[in-house]
């Protein structure tokens, strides 16, 4: 089986974790979803799933059909950890259905708060590859679905906020050193008239957790999709820079290489680690890598336990009911066999 984004590092990988491109679309012959019953949605999802699972696509094979409303709350919990649902998604679930590409790169929530919510994710900074794979599958649904559009407004959705492209696209950003320097408030304030925002890892209301951080597109009307696009990777590949000059400056003190090196020598020896203590190491130990200062672990190796060590994916990945005191156990010995 291939191996899923968060497994993998990719390009510009020392501060880009993935990007992601999502489409709002909704069906035209139907109300937008909070003003449906449970028997319209559950039309809307088997109209979404047809034109997904039997299109002409060489991928449509590999989706596989989650009734969100069939799964525990740890199950629905680590869609969410993983990035592959939001947390209104999995909370509203009448009629709901996540379809999932089997290496989880293209997730397509039905019934969120529009019809469709497609969803492409690739490692590193990748804008153009993700939007080029989300282009080509928004175009065979839009063969096979009556998508609610106006001449003025673009593609219509249920927030205003979304109205013309439909398109959110984002960076997953590590930002250690701008965040250590200080210098987040005032991008922060920079970036929103830029037509910008950057949210906490799991967008709109979330805080930064060991310091990652969402930059997306925040204006869809008046403004093509490329554009869009071209602005986000400019701006993204300014903060890089930026970042990465501050790491620099930063690795050469000699608090920083022991704030790095304690992290190491924790999880490398721990036998207890709640989640957010694992995520603050592990954050501190990608900066040590990227630095040079640590050299026998791949960013890979990293990037796939940010992932794996949050609380309801451990669960899911462990088969089994455990409780906080169980998870943390089990986290230490996942960390120490990678350490």
Known sequence: MSKKWYEKNGKDGDAVISTRIRFARNLEEYPFPIRCNKETRQKITEKVKDAVLNSNSVISSRFSCINID????????????????????????????????????????IN????????????????????????RLDTLLDERLNFAFSDK???????????????????????????????MRKISENLSKLG?????AFGEGSDPVACMYQLSNQITLGISEKTAIENLKSITAQLIKQELSARQTLAK??????KIFRS????????????????????????????????????????????????????????KPLDSAQRDKIRAEAVRKEM
């Open 253 to 258: 003190e000699i608090t920083v290489q022991d």
């Open 112 to 135: 969120e708060e529009d019809h469709i919510r497609l969803q492409v994710m690739q490692e590193g900074f990748e804008l153009d590859k993700a939007y080029e794979l989300a282009t």
């Open 196 to 200: 910008l925002t950057i949210r906490g």
């Open 153 to 183: 407004l673009g593609y219509l959705t249920q927030c205003p906020t979304n109205l013309g492209t439909g398109m959110r696209a984002s960076v997953m950003l590590h930002l250690p050193a701008l965040r250590a320097t200080k210098a």
């Open 264 to 319: 190491y020598g924790i999880l490398q020896n721990a036998r207890l680690l709640s989640g957010e203590e694992a995520l603050n190491h592990l954050s501190n130990i990608r900066m040590g890598i990227t630095t040079g200062l640590i050299t026998n672990i791949s960013l890979d190796t990293v990037n796939r336990l940010i992932v794996e060590t949050q609380p309801a994916t451990l669960i899911k990945l462990t088969g």
């Open 70 to 109: 069939e799964l525990d709350p740890s199950a629905k919990v680590s869609l969410v950890e993983r990035h592959l649902a939001s947390p209104e998604f999995i909370s509203d679930n009448q009629g709901s259905c996540l379809l999932l590409l089997d290496d989880e790169s293209v997730s397509v929530m």
